[in-house]
């Protein structure tokens, strides 16, 4: 069992920079690939970032290539997402969540979600 806790949010003009984290409790965490999704108002909630459980393979969608970096610290049971040059188009709800699957990057892969943290982009 994990639970997930984000925070960070918060409101940036647009070429800001925010830090997300998202800190796990439970003993296995490093055992768990790790990623972020987001939803923005009246869309479905889609794949960001994902980093596997000894950090050595990422993945993000092509929008935020060059702008995002997912990283985990498993001593701290914490995984970070730095946004770099936000736009108007990444507000959203930031979610992290949690897979047993190593490559995973679909919604349904992933067993743990936590409840979400607001990042709104002034342009």
């Known amino acids: 069992q994990v639970q997930l806790v984000e925070s960070g949010g918060g409101l940036v003009q647009a070429g800001g920079s925010l830090r997300l984290s998202c800190a796990a409790s439970?003993?296995?965490?490093?055992?768990?690939?790790m990623a972020w999704f987001r939803q923005a108002p009246g869309k479905e909630r889609e794949f960001v970032a994902r980093i596997t459980w000894i950090g050595s393979n990422t993945y993000y969608t092509d929008s935020v290539k060059g702008r995002f970096t997912i990283s985990r610290d498993n001593a701290k049971n914490t995984v970070y997402l730095q946004m770099n040059s936000l736009k108007p188009e990444d507000t959203a709800v930031y979610y992290c969540a949690a897979s047993l699957y190593p490559l995973a990057y679909r919604e349904a892969q992933y067993n743990y979600w936590g409840q979400g943290t607001q990042v709104t982009v002034s342009s």
């Open positions: 439970g003993r296995t965490f490093s055992s768990y690939t």
